[in-house]
T-cell receptor, first 115, second 118 residues
Framework: AQTVTQSQPEMSVQEAETVTLSCTYDTSENNYYLFWYKQPPSRQMILVIRQEAYKQQNATENRFSVNFQKAAKSFSLKISDSQLGDTAMYFCAFMKPSTASKLTFGTGTRLQVTL | GAVVSQHPSWVICKSGTSVKIECRSLDFQATTMFWYRQFPKQSLMLMATSNEGSKATYEQGVEKDKFLINHASLTLSTLTVTSAHPEDSSFYIC??????????????FGEGSRLTVL
């Protein structure tokens, strides 16, 4: 079974600064997908960024980028130029392609962006 | 992006009663929907996979007679918590896979339903 570990329960960053959220996972699979989802307070969870394991290039989406280290089974999320609207719970998630969008989530990191 | 809506957002019920939560895909058809349970400050735990026109697939440890799932149409899945007890109090979230096709893992989530059982 796959496990996803987020070792930072809470983090804080000042507006306009950069913050990195950590995620490690354990799997025996060679091909899989990794995700970061964002759950703002009292709002729906949304996809932030996705990475296919067979791609060496790190995924980027505007201010969001990942550092994917397959050998180390590490998948960190970097948020640049943090904004107040980035305040949310962030969940790292893992998926095997054969499991029809069934995700395994980490425990989450609560990010607070401050003025 | 696609929209998934849950109803109700909040529900308070007495112990022993049953509560139904609806999950609708508003602008797309979803043959599969997922139901999660989220405890405070914890992760999402997959409870079951709802399949349109067939029985739901439950995760290990989830009581299928306790958490009844029905996926009667391509836009509606329901979760009924039967004979609810205080320990069933939780945040329940549904989701449906992306329209992109293939097994991309991108999910659209509902707003969640907070159940409090007194």
């Amino acid at each position: 079974a796959q496990t996803v570990t987020q070792s930072q329960p809470e983090m804080s960053v000042q507006e306009a600064e950069t913050v990195t959220l950590s995620c490690t996972y354990d799997t025996s699979e060679n091909n899989y997908y990794l995700f970061w989802y964002k759950q703002p307070p009292s709002r729906q969870m949304i996809l932030v960024i996705r990475q296919e394991a067979y791609k060496q290039q790190n995924a980027t989406e505007n201010r969001f980028s990942v550092n994917f280290q397959k050998a180390a089974k590490s998948f960190s999320l970097k948020i640049s130029d943090s904004q107040l609207g980035d305040t949310a719970m962030y969940f790292c998630a893992f998926m095997k392609p054969s499991t029809a969008s069934k995700l395994t989530f980490g425990t989450g990191t609560r990010l607070q962006v401050t003025l | 992006g696609a929209v998934v809506s849950q109803h109700p957002s909040w529900v308070i019920c007495k112990s022993g009663t049953s509560v139904k939560i609806e999950c609708r895909s508003l602008d797309f058809q979803a043959t599969t929907m997922f139901w999660y349970r989220q405890f405070p400050k914890q992760s999402l735990m997959l409870m079951a996979t709802s399949n349109e026109g067939s029985k739901a697939t439950y995760e290990q440890g989830v009581e299928k007679d306790k958490f009844l799932i029905n996926h009667a149409s391509l836009t509606l899945s329901t979760l009924t918590v039967t004979s609810a007890h205080p320990e069933d109090s939780s945040f329940y979230i549904c989701s449906a896979p992306s329209l992109a096709g293939g097994n991309t893992g991108e999910l659209f989530f509902g707003e969640g339903s907070r159940l409090t059982v007194l």
